[in-house]
């Protein structure tokens, strides 16, 4: 069935977005955007990979996924925090830095065999029609994705560490007030979210692809910041935005596939044209929903 | 430091902005008037651009691999290679630059590399340019050409593979753009299914992109869902299809390369090159002065039928048995007298394209901008 394809294609192909984008909006919740998220998911995918490769466990992979994103993040983290320098402007120079990095040491891992994740089924749920198709009978790392979404929600809205986090978005001088620092904090925040990117990229090579190749993200990581704004910085809005995006890069193979005609251009562009299509809808009421303090890194706007 | 930082990004976007649009620098003033010079006479430097990485473990390495040959063959000869050279002005630009180190010869290896390859050979008639893979309209510049194999034809002998292997009577394939190379494959793929296997199918899925593993792996997904058991690809990276359709347990075919070891089971067989001899060969013309006028001044193909195929299969994998080895042998001695493409082929609106008795050229074949009948699949309008 069409749908349940489409469907199905829209969570294995979301997972790695949606990991990212859940990163993106960590950090932006906390006042800092991250235009290096590509490179982040990129380091991932390398990352990822070649541990798995090396050390033969796929787990070992995705951790070290992890920790190639948080790297390359501390490094804006550092530069923006730290230096005050330009986010925009420091966000995209470490994309090209790590589009350079991964293609340099990745030649090696090009064709490379390594050990991946495949498909669990879960019992019983796996046999449901159409949503145990969807939803069920994936690998092990999409299935943390089911998780980490409500679990981000959870932690923003429910706990200490998520209220210091959204403070240090929304008033850092209120921080201060209270002896804490909403640099720090902004800085694990960065971190934080470049290794959430990190692990997308190393659930791209390592579950999805079951490969490395340079610049495999294919603009991935974009996506994720596009979505982060058509989210309105929520987590479970961007797990919906995750998978409707996965859903439109999984629709061109799918109708293909039924022998039907349907340019993979057109849809590539979807979530960008959808992202325009709400700021230009909405314009600066965007921000309306936009975290206070990235409010003002937005608002550099030339005034009319 | 912040508008330190502002000002780096702002030029590193610069660069990376003009490194696409850069225009190609002035011609080398030492060419002119160089027109009496044989192209690539005495050449002891060559020059070999390749569109990708040298290590895809695919069509760019194994032209690499061809250029090392090259290395060996002319131990007096110094091989200039450069990788990862997009499809555009950059090409030109990169080629200038290995002539200004004294290339003579220029091997640009992409098939989108055709445009600037000729702007190149236009500016310089003392050097031979030669591109694999596209056509030159109308007469070729003295200085240039293009050369290829029949690439089809070992696809053809593996599409017997396929349509022997298949229990759900439908084959897949995975390609990246509907140019006629590719096409090409697919029709001969499926003619040699079907010359064993008159049920069979083959699906078709197109991922706009030579080498986007997570597009690769949702469409063989899909494939896959459409009770296809055996898979085959045009792509440049080749090993994400393999994983997935040989996890799937079902049959796999190779292009480029010989992947039987990631795939131990489902190997069938596969094509793969061998660009060696035939780079060498180009070389020797070129160097002795008779490029100009040979059958590389030209759009040179070769196949079972005229020579040396630098397209060769890849070996067999467990599950094909002794009987589809002998159609496989009697096929390819078939098709050094006739063609993959002799007629009558039938498109897939019913049309006969090419008629009963017809054994069409080369060039005729690589013109072919339709999908046989028993193709499934539309072609993206690109």
Known sequence: ?304 | MRKIIVIGAAALLAAACSANTAGTPQADTSAAGGAAVAPGKDATKVGFIFVGPKDDYGYNQAAYQGSQEVAKAFPDMEVLTAENVPEDDNAARVMNSMIAKGAKIIFATSYGHLDAALKVAAEHPDVAVVQQGNLITGTPPKNAGTFFGTVYEPVYLAGIAAGRATKSNKLGYVYAFPISQTLDNINAFHLGARSVNPKVETYTVNTSSWCDPAKQAEATANLLKQGVDVITQHQDCTATVIKATEAAGKYTVGYHADASSIAPKGWLTGSQWNWGPLYTDIVKTARSGGFTGSKYNANFRVGYKTGENPFVQSPYGPAVDEETKKLIEKARQDIAKGSPFAGPVVDQKGEVRIPEGTIPDYETIEKIDYFVSGVVGTLPKS
């Open chain 1, 1 to 304: 069935m069409l749908l349940v394809d489409v469907l199905a294609g829209g969570v294995r192909g979301g997972t790695a977005i949606m990991f990212a984008a859940l990163g993106e909006t960590v950090s932006e919740r906390a006042g800092v955007v991250n235009l290096g998220t590509e490179g982040c998911m990129l380091l991932g995918a390398l990352g990822g990979y070649a541990v798995a490769a090396e050390t033969g466990n796929p787990w070992l992979g995705l951790l070290a996924g992890a920790a190639a994103g948080a790297l390359l993040a501390a490094i804006h983290a550092l530069l923006v925090v730290w230096r005050n320098a330009d986010q925009f402007a420091t966000g995209l120079t470490l994309m090209f830095l790590g589009l350079g990095l991964t293609s340099l040491y990745g030649a090696a891992y090009v064709g490379e065999a390594a050990p991946g994740f495949a498909p669990v089924p879960v019992p019983v749920l796996a046999d449901i029609p159409v949503a145990g198709e969807v939803l069920f009978q994936h690998d092990p790392v999409t299935y943390l994705a089911f998780v980490a979404a409500p679990a981000l929600a959870w932690w923003l809205r429910s706990t200490k560490g998520g209220l210091l986090l959204r403070t240090a978005g929304e008033r850092a001088d209120a921080l201060h007030v209270h002896g804490h620092h909403p640099g720090l904090i902004r800085a694990l925040a960065v971190v934080a979210g470049g290794a959430l990117a990190g692990l997308g990229g190393a659930q791209l090579a390592t579950a999805y692809a079951h490969a490395w190749f340079e610049g495999m993200t294919a603009g991935r990581g974009f996506i994720a910041v596009a979505l982060v704004i058509f989210a309105a910085w929520r987590p479970l809005r961007v797990m919906a935005g995750s998978y409707l995006f996965g859903a439109a890069l999984a629709l061109a193979p799918a109708l293909q596939a039924r022998g039907y005609a349907l340019n993979q251009f057109a849809l590539d562009v979807l979530p960008f044209v959808i992202t325009l299509v709400i700021l230009a809808v909405l314009g600066k009421r965007t921000l309306r929903a936009a975290p206070e303090e990235l409010r003002r890194v937005f608002q550099s706007a030339p005034s009319r």
